[in-house]
């Protein structure tokens, strides 16, 4: 009798705790405040999720990161964090398809960052002394992922530059071997002219081949904007990006009086994550073109305190304000 009480308790506790852990997409939603500000989280979040939700939280979170206000290398270490939390949460199964999803949702710019950390740090080749893959075992997982990825994309922006990313994290992480790798996922690729670029004029200059390392060509043919600094992306954890973030819009009001324009320059935070902002745009507060460094002495260093006021000796003329930033409205 007392083994078939133990018996029942266990099954109840075993089915309230699946219940706890279960989630809805909508309540996820409700938490992508919370992610972003402690990417860590994501991975709770993603395995309370279904395979299905999965991928559709975490496109709402990188939608949700790209419309933040922010210098790029700011951003690019946001989406570093938050995806490598949420392919860490993966349901059985799920791994390739969220890996599709960072590359379909993830802006080109901040992928330069994330095939090469992804290369090195989650899917290298050798990082798991346990599993030892031949040539031709790697080749036939790489091959399939990007079948995957390319079925994502077909509906994705810039779908040929985000497919060579793809394939740059998979070449990366193989090590080298086999040493056509590279031309077999070349001869993949769907799009005839695709294949032409990213075999003549993308692979070679992102992987540093017979030249400097750049992804201008891919950034250029994607308009992607700036290329971030692998560095200062790295060097940023989630507590000194939000401090950097709250500095710079502090910094473009008057010091004064900053109980009105300060919640006005925090809206964009917080309205509509996933569509535009109704509130002050991310270019309107000019926190996109604040500069970065990987100097802790700097002021430009994300984690450096700017949004005390300078000292008359350290700095006797005020900062001019930027000419579209009006410190009435804050907007």
């Known amino acids: 009798m007392k083994k078939t009480l133990m018996v029942i308790a266990l099954a109840l506790a075993g089915s309230l705790l699946a219940q706890q852990k279960a989630m809805t997409l909508a309540d996820a939603r409700g938490k992508i405040g919370d992610v972003i500000a402690d990417p860590a989280s994501m991975t709770s979040v993603m395995k309370q999720l279904s395979a299905e939700d999965q991928t559709a939280f975490l496109a709402d979170v990188n939608a949700a990161i790209s419309n933040m206000p922010g210098s790029t290398d700011e951003k690019t270490s946001k989406f570093l964090d938050v995806n490598t939390a949420a392919l860490r949460g993966a349901k059985g199964g799920n791994l390739t398809a969220l890996v599709a999803e960072v590359f379909a949702t993830v802006p080109p710019n901040a992928l330069t960052v994330i095939n090469e950390r992804f290369a090195a740090d989650m899917f290298n080749r050798s990082s798991d002394p346990s599993k030892v ?190 000419p579209y930033f009006n410190q009435t409205t804050g907007a």
């Open 133 to 322: 893959y031949t040539d031709a075992q790697y080749t036939a997982i790489a091959k399939a992922v990007m079948e995957k990825v390319q079925d994502r994309n077909a509906s994705a922006d810039n779908a040929g530059v985000r497919n060579t990313f793809a394939m740059l994290m998979l070449i990366r992480a193989s090590n080298g071997t086999p040493a056509d790798l590279r031309d077999q996922l070349v001869d993949g690729l769907r799009d005839p002219a695709t294949k032409d670029l990213a075999q003549n004029e993308w692979l070679s200059p992102a992987l540093g081949v017979g030249q400097e390392k750049t992804y201008d060509p891919m950034l250029g043919a994607a308009d992607a904007g700036e290329q971030p600094s692998l560095d200062i992306a790295l060097v940023v954890p989630t507590t000194l990006s939000l401090a950097a973030l709250v500095a710079d819009m502090v910094s473009n009001v008057d010091i004064a009086d900053q109980s009105s324009s300060f919640v006005a320059l925090l809206a964009p935070l917080f309205d509509d994550p996933f569509g535009g902002s109704t509130g002050a745009s991310a270019t309107s507060v000019g926190t996109s073109v604040i500069p970065r460094t990987p100097d802790p002495t700097s002021p430009y260093y994300p984690g450096s305190n700017r949004h005390t006021k300078p000292k008359p000796k350290d700095n006797p003329e005020p900062p001019p304000v930027p």
